[in-house]
């Protein structure tokens, strides 16, 4: 019996297996890889890595010190493999790790970046790799090391010394790197490996999910599933708010409100809320943060605030209204830590792109910025950058002609990307398509107590960075193979908490993450650390949930002539 049929009865008979037929023949050297002849490309550099220690290379602009000669720490047990450096005209660099012919799983991993990116994600490029997928990574066209890049690396958007617009570069950044990663990756696998690989997922959680969301609605037919983490979608709207929390605290109280004193703002909202929005009274966490109405103002001195700082948390959880009382985007959940955007200093992503982006200007003071300007700021973020970057688009008919199936997960916690701006999504698209049929190709898992792609006090493992069991219940990217090559749509999660976020220290306990809109409720007998003990339910309607979803629509005009975007 030849091994290919032997694979092919391994696939049938071992449950939850996903496997496809493995070939142990390439049809190119790694080296000869060099000399591909693939459209704007302006070089290929293809050698083989025989195992071992890989050190990743500096990118450009990055200035080696004795103290620091690498960006990028060594990374160590890495079986062998070839290494193929694809540039893009003008300047984006894709990185593609593919495995010996023996070794491939016949599969395509893309894997995303975060922030501005400005570098290769090589440990994402590893772990793929090392589960048998053929992987790329993409800088997204520019250096994070960049001269004049800003606090952030989000400078890349402005010529300097001219101050205009780098339209090139941010389009770029914002969608034609991720379809450029796909197109070239797939043309280095299948001169390597005399095949195309039989089915192409895309990773990645903050820039990474953003750029899960763009592929899922520019390029659909890249990838057949898609896993989108905390997605930075919404760009032009979310980024803007990210500073509103300053900008409140400069102009209310006249400068940042204390840590401790977010802490305890922080601290009191789950005192008050925990276990009256479906979670046990005992949780460190909420579990659905829009049930939650704790009024700070009511008596700030139990909180230890003043009656004005009570004022500038209360604006920093609800989200910046206009002068019309509407508001324009999701603020804070309360409960959720507050110094990532409430801090001693703006979060620099956020900062850069009122310098770079919105006032082109390296010298702008974003303290000059009040909360009535703000919104000027705000709409013109939304004419000049929706089409391009705000990943926003809800028709989605090409994804759903082309069969790709989506996951996307959202922490309640998540300190800086808004997690009610996925909820938001995922209504736009229910009113567009029905809510049975999105289930159909898209579904949503929001997680309590979860920060930025992980961490925070709730159940937050999940096949999203720390190890759990390698099955579709407690690994969402598993669960999504099993959805794309099985028909086998995912329903629950079985995720993870580990004793201060540290696997080696044990498990401290097991819930369930159910599809939104519902929530996981305890039976009412046996352990509440168990996941078996809980069940998912419809979270009853209620008009503080009706009120904490509601925000305008995008202003960003679709077409607008001074960008290069594309509407619906």
Not at 38 to 49: D, G
Request: charged share 15%; proline share 7%.
């Amino acid at each position: 019996m030849s091994t290919r049929i032997k694979n092919l009865i391994l696939a049938t008979l071992l449950p939850g297996a996903i496997a496809v037929p493995v070939s142990h023949a390439t049809a190119a050297t790694c080296e000869s890889l060099s000399g591909l002849s693939l459209s704007e490309v302006v070089s290929i550099e293809a050698m083989s890595f025989p195992g071992g220690t890989f050190q990743p290379p500096n990118p450009s602009g990055f200035v080696p010190t004795v103290t620091q000669p690498f960006v990028s720490a060594p990374i160590a047990g890495l079986p062998a493999f070839c290494e193929v450096s694809i540039v893009v005209a003008p300047q984006i660099n894709i990185e593609v790790w593919l495995p010996l012919a023996g070794a491939w799983n016949h599969r395509f991993k893309g894997v995303g970046g975060g922030g501005y990116a400005g570098t290769i994600s090589w440990s994402a490029l590893a772990t793929a790799l090392e589960a048998g997928f053929a992987t790329a990574s993409t800088d997204t066209g520019h250096s994070a090391f960049a001269p004049n890049n800003g606090a952030s690396g989000g400078g890349f958007a402005l010529n300097q010394p001219a101050d205009t617009l780098n339209w090139g570069l941010i389009v770029d950044f914002a969608q034609r790197s991720e379809h450029q990663l796909a197109v070239k990756a797939k043309a280095a696998i299948e001169a390597f490996f005399d095949e195309a690989p039989v089915f192409s997922y895309w990773t990645g959680c903050s820039t990474g999910g953003r750029q899960g969301w763009i592929e899922a609605q520019r390029h659909p037919s890249d990838y057949d599933g898609i896993l989108a983490g905390a997605p930075a979608m919404n760009w032009d709207r979310f980024i803007p708010a990210e500073l509103w929390p300053q900008i409140v605290m400069h102009e209310e109280v006249g400068a940042p409100i204390a840590a401790s004193k977010l802490n305890a703002a922080t601290s009191a909202a789950i005192a008050a809320c925990v276990g009256k929005d479906g979670g046990l009274a005992t949780d460190a966490y909420l579990s659905d943060p829009r049930l939650c109405r704790f009024d700070p103002t009511v008596n700030p001195a139990a909180v230890g605030l003043t009656a004005t700082e009570a004022g500038a948390i209360k604006k920093i959880w609800d989200g910046p209204r206009n002068g019309r009382g509407e508001r324009v985007w999701f603020g804070l959940a309360p409960g959720t830590p507050l110094a990532g955007l409430a801090g001693s200093s703006p979060f620099p992503i956020a900062q850069d792109h009122f310098v770079y982006w919105l006032h082109q200007n390296p010298a702008f003071d974003w303290h000059t910025v009040t909360e009535s300007s703000f919104f000027t700021d705000f709409h013109k973020s939304e004419v000049l950058f929706e089409n391009v970057v705000g990943t926003d688009r809800s028709n989605l008919n090409g994804f759903i002609r082309h069969g790709t199936k989506l996951i996307g997960y959202h922490g309640w916690a998540d300190v800086l990307i808004f997690p009610a701006g996925s909820v938001n999504y995922f209504a736009r698209l229910w009113e567009r398509y029905g809510r049975e049929d999105v289930d159909q190709f898209a579904r949503l898992f929001m997680v309590p107590g979860m920060g930025h792609c992980g961490g925070g006090t709730g159940a937050n493992a999940f096949g999203n960075g720390l190890p759990v069991p390698a099955d579709a219940q407690h690994d969402a990217f598993i669960a999504l193979q099993q959805w794309v090559e099985h028909g086998v749509a995912p329903e629950q999660f079985i995720a993870t908490k580990y004793v201060n976020n540290k696997p080696a220290s044990g498990v401290a306990f097991t819930r369930l993450l159910c599809k939104f809109p519902q929530v996981a409720r305890y039976s009412g007998t046996g352990a509440t650390t168990d996941a078996a003990n809980w069940s998912c339910v419809d979270q009853p309607a209620s008009p503080a949930i009706e009120e904490a979803d509601q925000v305008l629509p995008d202003h960003g005009a679709r077409g607008n002539s001074d960008n290069p975007g594309q509407g619906d």
